[in-house]
């Protein structure tokens, strides 16, 4: 692969009880429109058998190849910065 083929994981977390998720729910559909090489990881925390990779203590937190993006949800133009400066 060459540097412009760079693949990311972006790993959102939501959960049932968060009326903040249904945003961040949106954000994600929006992420995976606009950026092809994101790896996109919507994991709902009250779900049977989610794992909390990253220790996440709440939601919604956005996070980039193992890196804490955002604790609540990004504006759309900072998320989408965020990820194209890590895709460079």
Do not use: Q
């Not at 977390?13 to 968060?18: K, L, Q």
């Not at 996070?63 to 990820?83: A, K, M, Q």
């Amino acid at each position: 692969m060459g540097s412009n083929d760079k693949e990311l994981t972006l790993r959102i977390y939501v959960a049932e009880h968060c009326w903040a998720c249904a945003e961040a729910m949106r954000l994600a559909d929006e992420v995976g429109m606009r950026f092809a090489r994101i790896n996109l990881e919507l994991i709902n925390l009250e779900a049977e058998g989610s794992r909390n990779v990253d220790d996440v203590f709440s939601v919604p937190t956005y996070v980039l190849d193992g890196r804490t993006l955002s604790l609540g949800n990004p504006t759309p133009d900072e998320l989408f910065s965020h990820i194209e400066l890590a895709l460079a």
